[in-house]
């Protein structure tokens, strides 16, 4: 059964906190993806990364960086947590390539951040 | 430029019924692929079902049917025969499919739905 897991599934942090969140995947996928969401606004996308050490910035990067050190894991990395950080984060992967390569989703995590 | 709109952000369907999500998009790319997703309180996204500009027959998958109609930019989702583990947000996404980089995905903003037993 394919998977993608998260760290964890709640966490709270104080503000000026660096943040750590990692997901892992066991698909062999070469895409990975970080978006947030929030209500009313659906899915933003970070960043993603499309190879061990390769990444590119999504739609909101601003106060987040991503670490892709080896395929099967990428981190999201928030260098000091603030209060409209708060938000549930999904990791995702898919194959590379065009044409019908669904994301497979992690669980997410719900940050609040005080 | 993509855009995802969903214009219905809670519906309430009766188990044992049919029910259509609606969900129109803008793309100036000429070839594309829409994705429908699933999000019970659990929070996983599931995927559901994926139709390719390309295809000339609607998507089908069990229970789930997708209604493209391109000249109108739509790709409504159609549940047939709810059941109340169907009770979720639903969200509608879409990705360009021209080669050469990654063409990222773009996500509606969701529609909630309910189904009453």
């Known amino acids: 059964d394919v998977k993608v897991t998260q760290s964890s599934r709640y966490l709270v942090k104080r503000t000026g906190e660096k943040v750590f969140l990692e997901c892992v995947q066991d698909?062999?996928?070469?895409?990975m993806f970080w978006y947030r969401q929030d209500p009313g606004l659906g899915l933003r996308l970070i960043y993603f990364s499309y190879d061990v050490k390769m990444k590119e910035k999504g739609d909101i990067p601003e106060g987040y960086s991503v670490s892709r050190e080896k395929k099967e894991r990428f981190s999201l990395i928030l260098e000091s947590a603030s209060t409209n950080q708060t938000s549930m984060y999904l990791c995702?992967?898919?194959?590379?390539?065009?044409?019908?390569?669904?994301?497979?989703f992690g669980p997410g995590t719900r940050l609040t951040v005080l | 430029a993509q855009k995802i709109t969903q214009t219905q952000p809670g519906m309430f369907v009766q188990e044992k019924e049919a029910v259509t999500l609606d969900c129109t998009y803008d793309t100036s790319d000429p070839s594309y692929g829409l994705f429908w997703y699933k999000q019970p309180s659990s929070g996983e996204m599931i995927f559901l079902i994926y139709?390719?500009?390309?295809?000339?027959q609607n998507a089908t998958e069990g229970r789930y049917s997708l209604n493209f109609q391109k000249a109108r930019k739509s790709a409504n989702l159609v549940i047939s025969a709810s059941q109340l583990g169907d009770s979720a947000m639903y969200f509608c996404?879409?990705?360009?499919?021209?080669?050469?980089?990654?063409?990222?995905?773009?996500f509606g903003i969701g529609t909630k739905l309910q189904v009453i037993p």
């Open positions: 996404a879409m990705r360009g499919l021209k080669s050469g980089g990654y063409q990222k995905v773009t």
């Open positions: 139709q390719g500009s390309y295809d000339q």
């Open positions: 995702a992967s898919s194959l590379a390539g065009t044409g019908h390569n669904e994301q497979f």
């Open positions: 698909m062999d996928h070469e895409n």
